[in-house]
Every structure is written in structure tokens, then in C-alpha cells.
């Protein structure tokens, strides 16, 4: 079944030159538990395209339809629900809430879903166990090492039991060992959960990691394959 | 809720630095208004109690026209029905009747214009203190023919006790007034003006010598509560007999009033700016904070928060480090002042004299007035509010896709 339908989706930008478009007439189609990786250039439109999949940004032409919801059908008070219960986020770098420690970070938010403290609390510790990091509940963002601070973000997009985790570059910080074990991790999640990762990357180590690689130029998809991933 | 406040008080410790500069700014106004607050009311109440409470009054009943112009014929006649309907007044406790007028003055070897005070010593003596002030001798006999001397008055004409005044005047309705007496005391005034040129006598020895019985100039109204001259001589108005009036001090003493209004004036003018200068202090560190934690409250967005939760957990940070500066300024500020309520500042130099020249004791006494630490809490809090104000709006328009950029 497919989770996510982009159909002919365009970003313009106007920006004092000229009129960029960051995507353009993209169409795309993910499922239930795919592990996917949007590959391409700096500039090439990654960013733009997993902010219009998460609902972040509007689109110029084109929609996306998530479980059967068009997007752009949803109030803005709606979409942030929307987003709160379906969608979880990994981005680049600074993700986590500076003041709250590790657990607080991944219970925050499962407690704007409302959810009672103590499932929160056993959801959060489970999903840190998960990452590795169950001796650092208690522990600041900041008295965690990068790659330990994204494996923090990739429990805190679970949290909420969405239906997709999108990472923006997840790994472009990390060096390099950090950032496999951060993929490694995301993949076992990927498996465990169910959850849908589609995540961006230009690093060829994290490409290989993926299922599925879809290739970004100027905008446009200009490849988009299955592949067998290297373990 | 209680997640918000926990994340406003753990942020606003996050660059301690930039927090205590911040507090103390707001300590730093907060306890210069205070103080400085305290000092001027505290200053203003010792001026009024000096110069009006001593002599003035804060009340006087005289005759309509007798505050243009103080001759004799202008004073007033004091009946008993007049007397009634001031001692109606739940307000007033007491009179202190005076007949006030001026005279040559002459001793042996020298003479001087004067001013001549009938008084009833011992009703006198509970308001204006004169025995307190008292270098030799004592006050005149209730209704003795004899004379009280301001000191230096006396020296000017080189008498002392047992030594013979004499006062040569014009009585009411043009009679000529003239008499001897004897010095029976030498007192020093704190006003350098009144003790250079102030005789005072019996009431009933001043009313002879000007020929003018059962007349007086003046009545001293004692109020059992000073605040509330203005009003009490307003309701006055309607009992007291034809041709007579009732001033407060305020009209008896416009410059003092107007002293007080230019000091209080140029005070707020300073507090004024010193919360100007705070207030851009405080929107200054907001909008640093916010340019900071644009990312960061990208992300909060991104994951769910809403604008009004990010605004009320910024919100309840100011709110925090202005209740945090008010209160360090005015734990600071209370003991001292309450010090100083207690220990007046002792003025020397040209100020004292200047206080002097106004009759007031040059001591600067602290008012303890729990009422302006509560005006200082709220007028902080309405500085924070203002200068969040552009900030907070700035949260609620805030585009997740410009923070996450950031
Ligand atoms: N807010 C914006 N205003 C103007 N141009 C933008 C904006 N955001 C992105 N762009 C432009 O859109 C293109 C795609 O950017 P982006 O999606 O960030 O690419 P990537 O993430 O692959 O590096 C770039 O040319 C970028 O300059
Ligand atoms: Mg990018």
C-alpha cells in the first residue's frame, strides 16, 4: 500500500535575481516501510522536497497525499496534528532542546500528543535503549557527542509511532563511524517500527546503505532504483 | 504548562552571564528607585514637617484678604461661633491663635524692624517646640507684658535677659502702639531669616500694644491627620463665618509646594530614563536570545509546538528575570533605606545652609513607604511586558522553514 503519493510537485523560490526552482515537477511514490535515500548535489533540492513531504512548506504546484490526506487540504492547525502523529524529523544538526536531557527530549513529543507520563516515559527509555544510549537518559545534548545527539533525534521522530521518519542529511556532520552506526541503527528501527525512512544524503557510504536511492538534480528526480543494500 | 515553565527557567540559565547582567540591570533600576524615591519623600516629609508643621501650620483660618495684605485691619475677629465651626471639623484637634504684626524695634545702642507674635505660650510651645529652642531664659507669662528674643536679633541689639525691648508700631486702625518690656528669653530659630528679626510676646501683651482686643491674624489649625489639609479647609469653607477663610499650607507655602513638585519632577525625568535605558537593555537581550534560538525553535515547531506555546514559554522567561531582578533589587534596596529611615544622612556644607535658609533641620531622613515597593514591582512589570512585547510577536509570525534555516 502506498503510504506517500507526490504527484508533480513544484517549489518555486523568488529570490532578488531571479525565480529558483528547488523542485520541480516531482513525482514519486513511497511504501509501508521502505528505507530510502534522496541523493544529489548541494543545492539540488533535497532539503526543499523533505520539507514539503513533512508539511513544513507549501508547495507551488503538484500535491502530496499522505495515508489518503491531501496535504494542502488541511488547515494549518490540522497540519500540525497531522505532522505531530504521522511524521517524525531527524535534521542535520542542533535537533535536540538544548535544556532538556535525553529523555526529556524524546518524552516532549509524545507529551504534546498528550500522552499519560508513565507510557511516555517507558516509550522514551525503550526507544534510547534502542539507540544505545540507556545509560545517557539523564544526560544534555550538549554532554553528548554528535553522533549520540542524532541517535537522541532518531528516538525522538519515533517516538510518536509516525508513519514516516524523514531525515534531512542526518549524517552530514558525523564522522564516518558514527554515521554507520547511526544508519545501522536507523535500519534496525526501520524494520522493528515500520516506520518509513526516507532520509537525504550525498555521502556514497550512507547511499549504500539504502533499499532505495533516488537521485536529485536541479530539482528534478533523475534516477530512482532499488538496490541491494551493503551490510 | 508546568514542561513550558520548566523549559523557561532552565533557558533563562543557560548563559548565566547574560541572565545576571540582565537581572542586575533591572536590580540596578529597581534599587535607585527605590532608594532614591525613599530619600525624596522622606526629604519632602522633613521639609513640610519643619517649615509647616513648626510654624506655618498645615492650616491656617484667617481673614478674607489678610493673605494679599497683612495689616491690621485686615485681621480678624474671633467669636465664639467661629471658633464652633472650626472645632466641628471631626479633623481638626486643636487651635493655636496668633497675632502677628510688625514693629520698630530699639534697645540702648541700636534698632531694628521686627516682627511681633502674640502668642499663647504654652499652646504655642506644643507646636512649635520654641521651648526646645529655647538658649537662655523662658517663654513669656501667659499674658505677661514681657518678651521672648530671637538670638540673633539679640546680638544684633546687643541685649540679654533683664534688659528692656521697646516696640514702636502702628496699632490697628492707625493708632499709634508703643511699650517696654522686658527680655525674659533668647531663642534660636532654625530659620536664619525668622531668628534675625522674631519678638514674640503674650497674645494678650501683642493685642494691647497694637490696640487691638479680642483680634487676631491668624488661627493654626492642628489636623489630626497633615495629608488632608487641602480637603478639610475646602469643607471648611461653608461653615466659617462670613469673611473668614481657611488656607492649607499649600496655598500658604506655594514656593515650598513648588520645590517639591521641581524636585519630583526632575526625580522622574532621571528614573524615567534610567527605565528607557533598561528597557532597551531588556529588548535588546531578547532579541539577541531570539536570533540565537531561531534554529531551535525551528525544530520545536517542526516537532509540534505551537507559536503561542513557544511565546508563553519566552514570556514566562522574561517574566522570570524581571521577577528575579525586582525582587535581588529590592532585598537590596530595603535595608538600606530602612538603615537610613532610622539613621538620617547629616548634611553639611552649602546644602545644609540652603536647608537652613528654609528653616528645615539639614538632615535627609529615608520614607519607608511599603506602598512604592509595590508600585516599583508592577512598573518593572509593565517595562518587561513592554519591551517583550515586539519580541513575543516576532515568535507568533515566526515560518518554520526561515528558523530551520537559520
Ligand atoms: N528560502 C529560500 N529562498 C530562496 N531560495 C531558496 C530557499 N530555499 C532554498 N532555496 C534554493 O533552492 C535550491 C535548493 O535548495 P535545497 O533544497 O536547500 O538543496 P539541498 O538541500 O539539496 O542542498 C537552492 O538553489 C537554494 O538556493
Ligand atoms: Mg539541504
Known sequence: MNVIEIENLSKEYQTPAAKVRAVDGVSLRFERGE???IVGPSGSGKTTLLNLLGGLDQATAGSIRIAGTDLASLRPGQLIDFRKDNIGFVFQSYNLIPVLTALENVEFVMQLQGRPKAER??????LLEAVGLGERLDSRPGQLSGGQQQRVAVARALASKPQFVLADEPTANLDSRSALTLLEIMERLNR??????IFS???PRVVAKARRVIWLEDGKVVSDKTQEPTI | MSEILKMAWRNIWRNRRRTLITASSVLFAVFFAIVMRSMQLGTYSNM???VVGAYTGYAQVQAQGYWDDKTLDNSLDWTPQAEQAVLAHPRVVGLVPRFDSFALAASDSSSKGVGVVGVLPAT?????RLSDKLLEGRLPAPTAAEVLVAERLAVFLKIGLGDTLALIGMGYQGISAVGEYPVV??????SPQLNASLVYTSLENAQELFAAEGRLTSVVLTLDDPDFAEPTCAELAASLPEGLVALPWQELMPELVQQ??????SGFLILGILYVIVGFGIFGTLLMMLAERRREMGVMMAVGMGRRALATMVGAEMVLLGTLGTLAGMAAAFPMVLYLHHNPILLEGEMAQAMLNLGVEPIVPFALEPGFFVWQGLLVAALVAVASLHPLLSILKLNVINALRA
Open chain 2, 260 to 265: 517639591i513638585e521641581s524636585d519630583q519632577a
Open chain 2, 185 to 190: 528669653g533668647i531663642v534660636r530659630l532654625p
Open chain 1, 201 to 203: 544524503t550525498h555521502d
Open chain 2, 48 to 50: 513640610t514637617a519643619n
Open chain 1, 35 to 37: 528505507f530510502a535515500a
Open chain 1, 121 to 126: 516515559r517507558a516509550r522514551a527509555v525503550e
Open chain 2, 124 to 128: 504655642e510651645d506644643s507646636m512649635s
Open chain 1, 192 to 197: 522493528e517500527e515500520g516506520a518509513t525512512f
